[in-house]
């Protein structure tokens, strides 16, 4: 059974080092480990310092593409090199190595597809007050839109199955985090936590400039991995919010009509008319959504066979595609 850790980089010549230096090479079930390094458009010594460090392979884009393309390419290149797990962890060195053997064994053992390592919020003191009752609540909207249990919604420290990783694809230009958890957990894969040990923060976060802007982003991503799998649920809350206010309005007009003061209430009826109408077309588009919801899924399931017969041909570059390299 191979294993390969996949390292998303941008401009890491300072840390992937120690990042590399702190991953085990013998795990108990797992006959290799081998390291592979996504160059997500360094202007540095990134690749010749992971390289020196014992990095086994990389790939390059030409330009920065963001982390989701630079997860998904290590996904596509670590399937390539025939990977039957592959770890995720950031170059930062944020992660222990030390807790890979932990979190690929659930895998190992058959017992999970996908497998989260679950930081300790509490006790990591660079994260504020404010941080950390964030990460709770992010992680419980997660947990509730996902139908999984995890607590650590936003971790990057992830053990994939090679079934999990021909499953996932990531459409979010932002993070790959919350989309992929999303997939997993409505795709019916059996998503796992371990407990993990962080190190130090080396650097500032380069995801986002803000947590407002962080929070705008990954809710605006949960709502829109959730519609993609679950859209009538989606549309019936918006459909039975609409068509609540309608029918209020509209019982609230009759009372007053009633009462013989109905000719000062009119535009209460306006209102009514207007929501109950688009709380009918919400209820339309709810259905289209779910059957294009169901088209979805069986583009997904062929993206996934051809993603296993794509990995037992020989090499093909692409033009536009990143740059693989092997030492």
Known sequence: MKLIVQIPCLNEEGTIAETIADIPREIAGIDAVEVLIIDDGSSDATIETALAAGADHYISFAHNRGLAAAFSAGLEESLRLGADVIVNTDADNQYAGSSIPDLVQPIVDREADLVLGARPIDEIQEFSWVKKRLQRLGSWLVRKV???????ATSGFRAYSRRAAM????VS???????????AGRSGLHVGEVPIRTNPKTRESRLFKSIPQYINKSVNTILRIYALYQPMA???????VLLIAGFALGVRYLAYWAMGEGKGHIQSVIIA????????????VGILADLIAANR??????LSRVRDLQTRLPDADSDDGPMSHMR
Not at 173 to 183: A, D, N, R
């Open 146 to 152: 996902s139908a999984t249990t995890i607590s650590d």
């Open 167 to 170: 499953k996932l694809t990531v």
């Open 173 to 183: 230009g932002f993070t790959y985090t919350h989309e992929t958890l999303i997939q």
């Open 234 to 240: 989606l549309f019936n809350v918006v459909a039975g």
């Open 273 to 284: 008319a207007l929501l109950i109408m688009l709380g009918g077309q919400a209820l339309v």
């Open 297 to 302: 899924k069986l583009t997904q399931e062929m």
